[in-house]
């Protein structure tokens, strides 16, 4: 978890990026919510991204042992651009998970060179869930890939963590939403009204 001032500077990234939105929005997990966080726009501002690339960084290094784990995978669509670059920077090679079977070339689930026993790091944006981070290890470990851990930058605290852990896969994050909601409010981003939004969402 990252120290306050961290999080005030990722607050105001989603903020500058106008990433958080307030309305009826439908989930990759088909559940509806009403606000949204939207980290895709994020790679369109070059100084945010970068920033919020470095972060991601420092946290993985301060939280996990970088040497435990062989590979970063990306899952689509949105974490690939945060995962890649941490692997860049971390100089371990990248592998990507797709949605759905490829029906042709190889007809593989997992993009890249993963070998049997390879210990992989999976990287997403953001946590609802975790439906999207347990399909994406369930393909990699299909084909012998090894995964204990996965990273995000944001964890919307609404059952990913405890999906995961069921399923031997221990979450990591920058933040979580509920301190980063009562940190928008601090910062006069969000009002009362659109606080008590988010904190009754949290499970």
């Known amino acids: 978890m990252a120290e306050k001032p961290v999080v005030e500077e990722i607050c105001k990234i989603l903020k ?8 009826a929005y439908k989930l990759s997990s088909g559940r509806i919510t009403p606000y949204y966080v939207d980290l895709r726009v994020i790679p369109s501002f070059p ?4 920033r919020v690339s470095d972060i991601i960084t420092d946290t993985v290094k301060q939280e996990l042992d970088v040497n435990a784990f062989n590979r970063v995978a990306g899952i689509p669509i949105a974490g690939t651009p945060f995962a890649s670059l941490l692997a860049f920077r971390l100089k371990k090679p990248f592998l990507y998970t797709r949605q759905t079977l490829r029906l042709r ?4 689930r997992v993009e890249g ?4 026993g390879d210990r992989v790091l999976l990287v ?3 946590v609802t869930t975790g439906q999207s981070l347990l399909k994406a290890a369930t393909a990699i470990r299909a084909e012998g890939g090894l995964v204990s851990d996965a990273f995000v930058l944001l964890d ?3 059952g990913g963590l405890k999906r995961l852990e ?7 994050c920058v933040l979580r939403m509920g301190e980063a909601a009562r ?5 006069s981003v969000i009002d009362e009204e659109q606080l008590d939004i988010i904190l009754k969402q949290i499970k």
């Open 16 to 23: 500058k990026t106008n990433a958080l939105e307030f309305g």
């Open 47 to 50: 100084d945010a991204f970068q």
């Open 105 to 108: 070339g190889r007809e593989r």
């Open 113 to 116: 060179v993963l070998i049997p």
């Open 124 to 126: 997403d944006d953001l």
């Open 156 to 158: 919307r605290e609404e």
């Open 166 to 172: 069921k399923n031997g896969i221990n979450l990591h």
């Open 183 to 187: 940190t928008l409010y601090e910062l």
